[in-house]
């Protein structure tokens, strides 16, 4: 889904993984991009469209931290190995959100 969609202005390409496009309702969206755009003014637009609860599934309630489980990626490389949630944003950047991904059996 494109929102506000002008190709010609620049945009960020989110992906969202999993049971976080429930919260979000979207499973991709572009977004447009602006000056100095950080992680940090991603989530907060993209709160405007997610469903309640959006906001505990990005950020920890008792510390307002994004939260430690949350796997977050901005074209293949971990936001915390960036600049968290300061990490700039350019044009054509993709930036995917992943919950925590559990599964397999230790049985046979």
């Known amino acids: 889904m494109k929102l506000q969609g002008q190709r010609s202005q620049p945009v960020v390409k989110v992906v969202i993984v999993g049971y976080a496009s429930d919260v979000l309702d979207h499973r991709s969206l572009e977004l447009p991009l602006w ?29 307002g931290r994004m939260n430690e489980y949350l796997a977050v990626f901005v074209n293949s490389r971990e936001i915390r190995s960036l600049n968290g949630l300061d990490t700039p944003l350019s044009e054509g950047d993709t930036v995917t959100i992943m919950p925590p991904m559990a599964g397999g059996s230790a049985g046979g």
């Open 35 to 63: 000056p100095r755009m950080t992680m940090k003014d991603l989530f907060a637009e993209l709160s405007r469209f997610g469903r309640q609860g959006f906001r505990e599934a990005i950020y920890n309630p008792d510390t």
